[in-house]
């Protein structure tokens, strides 16, 4: 579903047995979808009741729904960026206000990383007859559609995979029914060759769907009286605003060991910190650096600098960078390889004042730990004290800034 070796290996076995299928261009998938669609009204215009056509589909209109089903069932990219519909944002994509995504580098990022986990899970099946599933940690600066992407890969494995059960928890009441809305624009906006019969539909707090889909997602908050999950197992998880949550120690001893250990286990948890030496400054870190136990765990670190149409602004022609921005740069262009699989990041000018600018705004209203923490460019630099220490932020950034990497070196005792 998401490692493009595994996509590619699931359509041959459907090719072989006979299931014939023509992956489309991205628009020319929407195109044909929103002509299909114009079948579900009148010629007076209104919407036909659930299920009825102005006309009966012909031969070549059915084979493109059954090829275009078959390719969303096993390709979760060709479904996500051509059926899956969300608010867009007008600052990074051209799209309609609401429409499947252009995919930004963060989202690649995401499902390069869990294809990865997916061919180690079918490996580890294949020699152990044994597999956690898919964990993830996604430790983000703002805005990097973290949750968007995580909503979206829920929505998938309950459309195509029959008797999926779900589960999406958040920090309180709002949003949640936040996390509830977003689900219901995408259910409501799918081609009518895709959308399943919805039941029950629960107001922020559940959705199924009918025979023979028979998947269901629970929406529950953190502060609730009777804990996450308590009495479910859930084959696909998705935790949002961890680092907020006042109980997190329940994730790690009450809901992680109640989800199967099996290869459809898809589970996410993803947050910007809160500040030092909590459960997510604790658990990130044991995933990014694989210590006992957090093997298996993706880790997804998110610098700020990743989406490159996000965060940027117009660069006035007098602008010379000030001496923090520049040892920024040069923090950016030694620590990105590790978050952008070996590639050296050197920021646009564009990218550049915008930090610098964004940066002098928190700084003038003594914000710059908040600055930090959302747009941080390495992991340390998101982890800033909630409280004022007793280093100033400002030595403490340039420390973390001039620090080098370790390196190893030989020595030799003369005998």
């Given at each position: ?26 628009d020319k998938s929407i195109e044909i979808a ?66 499947p995504p252009v995919l930004l580098e963060s ?235 070996g590639t050296h990041v050197e920021l646009s ?67």
């Amino acid at each position: 579903m998401y490692s493009p070796e595994i996509v590619t290996k699931r359509l041959f076995q459907a090719k072989k047995a006979g299931l014939q299928f023509q992956r489309l261009p991205r628009d020319k998938s929407i195109e044909i979808a929103s002509k299909l669609e114009q079948l579900r009204y009148g010629q007076d215009g209104r919407k036909l009741p659930e299920g009825q056509l102005r006309r009966v589909l012909n031969s070549a209109e059915q084979q493109h729904i059954e090829s275009e089903r078959l390719l969303s069932k096993v390709d979760f990219e060709y479904f996500f960026t051509r059926f899956y519909c969300l608010e867009t944002d007008p600052g990074v994509s051209d799209q309609p206000p609401i429409a499947p995504p252009v995919l930004l580098e963060s989202q690649r990022r995401y499902l390069s990383l869990i294809g990865r986990r997916e061919e180690e899970c079918h490996a580890e099946l294949a020699k152990y007859k044994f597999t956690e599933g898919i964990l993830a940690y996604f430790h983000k600066v703002r805005q990097v559609a973290a949750t968007a992407t995580a909503r979206a890969l829920t929505l998938h494995r309950m459309v195509f995979w029959p008797g999926t059960r779900a589960l999406a928890a958040t920090l309180d009441d709002d949003r949640k029914g936040e996390l509830f809305k977003r689900d219901h624009l995408a259910l409501d906006n799918l081609p009518f060759w895709l959308k399943p019969r919805i039941y029950p539909d629960v107001k922020d707090t559940e959705l199924g769907f009918e025979p023979p889909t028979s998947s269901r997602i629970s929406y529950q908050a953190e502060n609730q009286t009777s804990g996450i999950g308590v009495g479910s197992q859930n084959d696909v998880s998705h935790l949002t605003e961890v680092s907020l949550w006042k109980y997190p120690g329940r994730i790690r001893f009450s809901f992680v060991p109640s989800m199967p250990k099996a290869i459809t286990t898809l589970h996410i948890q993803e947050s910007t910190p809160d500040g030092k030496g909590d459960y997510w400054h604790e658990v990130t870190e044991s995933a990014r650096h694989k210590r006992r136990g957090y093997e298996s765990w993706i880790y997804a670190f998110i610098p700020w600098y990743m989406n490159v149409k996000k965060y940027r602004a117009n660069v006035p022609d007098s602008w010379r960078p000030e001496e923090h921005s520049l040892r920024h740069a040069e923090l950016v262009m030694r620590t990105s390889p590790e978050f952008m699989d070996g590639t050296h990041v050197e920021l646009s000018r564009e990218q550049l004042y915008w930090w610098e600018s964004t940066r002098a705004q928190h700084a003038r209203n003594g914000e710059l730990a908040t600055f930090l923490t959302n747009y941080a460019a390495t992991p340390e630099q998101s982890f800033q004290s909630p409280s004022q220490g007793a280093l100033p932020v400002e030595l403490i950034e340039v420390m973390e800034q001039e620090c080098k990497d370790p390196e190893c070196y030989d020595v030799e005792i003369a005998a």
